[in-house]
């Protein structure tokens, strides 16, 4: 035994302590009887690691006393009393990640413990929904939302809003500083490219990235289903039973499905990790492409004029130009919004023309300054 050990022991013991009694609470609030039930056994689980730690404690001849839970999970467990189970589930949830992260460090703590509190974390993050479906996903079933291409025209919309109020500021910050159109034209026709290859850097990134993570996450599923079926099996029976399944109907259907470990792998990731293992959250390629494409369409508005018009003329057609493209993107926020074409295309116009302003004043003062 190393020095600090006894100290660790206690708080991890302390932390399942705590677990319990909130898993105690969360049960004793819930309506449903099946997530009542579930909840008992995650107290359960806790309790035992609580067993665990205590025996440690107890071997060192460091006894830990009667159990009491800490301010913080009677202050948890009171609201959960108060407002119901799921008031309370992001905290919990925070808490079994962080446990997992904390048991994987400890060598003492087995592996065992590491996997219950990720398990838990997971399990949770299905309950943290209406009966353990996505919110979204029974607004589209229902009808009352038009949420089905809304990430892509979500997307649309903002990277061609992007590209259009950037460059526009861009340019009108050139222009308030009295360059010539050629110069003017350049520089916008820079900021175009320096901006759409900077959205499509990143998008490449951030795609690529995920789709990384997710390939990781389904390999350690892979394995875990391969050394521990059992295991998995159990946890796919607690989601099922999550989504409002019988306990009879959720061992069966679990059972059933990692007996093909095929299929397993693939409901295991969609289920648990929420992660659709053939799209993988799409191309990178491909969302890079769109980016680019979708932030030069916005910015090529505002320095378009400037190769066919000069001074004020091309300022006044650029600003037109933009106001009306400003107006067109704030009419297709409603889509997502419900607000009116009128509000949300003014609005738009509004706060681009604005942040034009700006940059010609600003532009502006810099030439007079510069010219002396």
């Known amino acids: 035994m190393q020095s600090g050990d006894v100290e660790r022991w206690r708080d991890n013991w302390q932390d399942e302590v705590d677990g319990a009694a909130l898993y105690r609470a969360m049960a004793e609030s819930e309506s449903n009887p099946e997530l009542a039930e579930l909840y008992e056994n995650l107290a359960a689980t806790e309790a035992e690691h609580a067993d665990f730690w205590a025996t440690k404690l107890d071997d060192a001849d460091e006894p830990v006393g009667e159990p009491t839970p800490s301010r913080r999970a009677r202050t948890l467990a009171w609201l959960a009393r108060r407002f119901g189970a799921a008031f309370v589930l992001p905290a919990v949830r925070g808490s079994e990640i962080g446990g997992s992260a904390a048991y994987a460090a400890q060598a003492d703590a087995g592996t065992t413990l590491a996997d219950d509190e990720r398990s838990h974390a997971r399990l949770l993050s299905q309950l943290d929904t209406p009966n353990g479906v996505e919110g979204g996903t029974l607004a589209r079933l229902e009808g009352r939302h038009r949420a089905t291409s809304g990430n892509a025209l979500r997307a649309a919309v903002l990277g061609a809003n992007d590209g259009l109020v950037s460059n526009l500021s861009l340019v009108m910050g050139v222009a308030g500083a009295a360059l010539s159109p050629n110069s003017i034209l350049i520089t916008g026709l820079a900021g175009l490219l320096a901006g759409a290859g900077s959205m499509a850097m990143g998008e490449w990134l951030s795609v690529q990235s995920s789709r990384e993570l997710f390939q990781r996450q389904i390999a350690v599923e892979a394995d875990e289903l391969a050394e521990v079926p059992e295991e998995e099996e159990t946890e ?40 659709d293992p053939e799209g993988l959250g799409g191309s990178a390629w491909e969302a890079a492409g ?83």
């Open 236 to 275: 796919l029976a607690l989601i099922y039973r999550a989504k409002g399944l019988s306990e009879e109907q959720a061992d069966e259907l679990a059972a059933q499905i990692v007996s093909d470990r095929e299929t397993a792998l693939d409901t295991l990731a969609r289920e648990e990790l929420g992660i």
């Open 290 to 372: 769109s980016s680019f494409v979708l932030f030069a369409l916005g910015a090529v508005v505002p320095v378009a004029p400037f190769a066919a018009f000069a001074g004020l003329t091309a300022v006044g057609v650029s600003l037109l130009a933009s106001a009306l493209a400003l107006f067109v993107i704030g009419a297709g926020i409603t889509l997502l919004t419900g607000r009116s074409v009128l509000y949300s295309g003014g609005r738009q116009v509004l706060i681009g023309l604005a942040a034009a302003a700006l940059t010609f004043g600003v532009g502006r003062l810099i030439g007079v300054t510069i010219a002396g």
